[in-house]
């Protein structure tokens, strides 16, 4: 049987190294998009737009933290802000053209990536891991 504290301890391990890897992959794919700019630009296409506050409190980040990544993503012509419908002193973070043309770049290159390191293993274990991955994140509440 196998020993319960080595498995969560090698899964711990190898989820670090899974998280370095990625964040080291988003660097060679946009050498100015870090992993954190392009989930919040991901975050952003998917909502159609939000405000820095909701980004803030979706990932439970501080508010600073968020408004120093909002501003290299707006010096990079990434996002602009708009006014809100409901609020016109609100405003509204959005997609650029250029954001969304580099987003979609991005993520054409990280699936290429993930579809190359998977190339090898079989529908039944794709199945699996994708199944266990979403088990695993739906058990750590919201934070998508």
């Keep these: 049987m ?4 080595a498995s969560v301890e090698t ?3 190898e989820l670090t190294a899974f998280a370095r890897r990625a964040r080291a992959a988003a660097a060679r794919m946009h050498p100015e ?3 954190v700019s392009f989930t919040l ?4 296409e998917d909502r159609g737009g939000c405000r820095a506050t ?3 409190a979706h990932y439970l980040l501080d508010k600073s933290t968020v408004s120093r990544q909002i501003a290299a993503l707006e010096r990079l012509g990434l996002i602009e802000r708009r006014p809100a419908p409901e609020d016109q002193r609100a405003q509204v973070l959005h997609l650029t053209p250029r954001g969304a043309g ?4 991005v993520t ?3 699936r290429a990536a993930f579809r190359e390191r998977l190339a090898d293993w079989d529908e039944a274990d794709l199945d699996r891991f994708a199944g266990y991955l979403l088990r695993y994140n739906a058990s750590a509440g919201p934070l998508d």
């Design 33 to 35: 998009l870090s992993l």
């Design 11 to 13: 899964i711990q391990r």
């Design 108 to 110: 054409a290159n990280r």
């Design 102 to 105: 580099t987003l979609a770049q």
């Design 54 to 56: 909701d980004l803030a």
């Design 2 to 5: 196998p020993d319960r504290d």
């Design 41 to 44: 630009l991901a975050h952003l």
